[in-house]
Structure formats: C-alpha cells, structure tokens
Nanobody, 113 residues
Framework: VQLQASGGGLVQPGGSLRLSCAAS????????RGWYRQAPGKQRELVAR??????TYADSLKGRFTISRDIVKNTVDLQMNSLKVEDTAVYYC?????????WGQGTLVTVSS
C-alpha cells in the first residue's frame, strides 16, 4: 500500500487547510485510516483516525479538525480550521491493514503570521 499526502503549506493563525491522503496498491485489506503529526522536538501523536463509520480525534483538536473518507477515490482528508501556531508540524497519513501499518511521506503544515 502506498500513501501520498498533499495539501500542506503556510497559513496564518486562524486560517484553514485541507490535507488529503491518497491510497494505492493493495488497499482491499485496509481497515483503518488516520492522520498523525510530529512537531519539532516532540513525539508523533494521533490527530484523527477513521475505522468503519467511527472517527476518533485527539481531545485537544475536537471541534477544529474533521477527518473524512471517500471510499470511491480511496482518499482520506483532514479539514483543519482555526489553526494555531502550535498546530505547526509534519502531518503523516497512515493506514492499518494486511497485518501492517503503512505511512505516507508527511506534509509540512506551518502556522505563522
């Protein structure tokens, strides 16, 4: 399974960005898709994930971030609103399935004025 993330960039505080993660390859066995992030000097942390019809969010991000899945396009998007400086990080998409965990290459989100 290959994951390709896109949509990162520079945004001002309070702004919005939408990340997208496209999956290709042996995706039939994928049961869970998600987004994680890693800020400089910090560990990678869960942002949001979707499994079946259920979504899970990091508590601190509820209400600002929304994860969605397009089964036909095989993409998972992350809509990020009301961005804060502390949301600056490399965002990684991942997938669980086929007894493996797959990671995309990461996309940098910088929130700065």
């Amino acid at each position: 399974v290959q994951l390709q993330a896109s949509g990162g960039g520079l945004v001002q505080p309070g702004g919005s960005l939408r990340l997208s993660c496209a999956a290709s390859g042996r995706t039939n066995g994928i049961s869970e898709r998600g987004w994680y992030r890693q800020a400089p000097g910090k560990q990678r942390e869960l942002v949001a994930r979707i499994r079946g019809g259920e979504t899970t969010y990091a508590d601190s991000l509820k209400g600002r971030f929304t994860i969605s899945r397009d089964i036909v396009k095989n993409t998972v998007d992350l809509q990020m609103n009301s961005l804060k400086v502390e949301d600056t990080a490399v965002y990684y998409c991942n997938a669980h399935g086929n007894y493996k965990i797959y990671w995309g290459q990461g996309t940098l989100v910088t929130v700065s004025s």
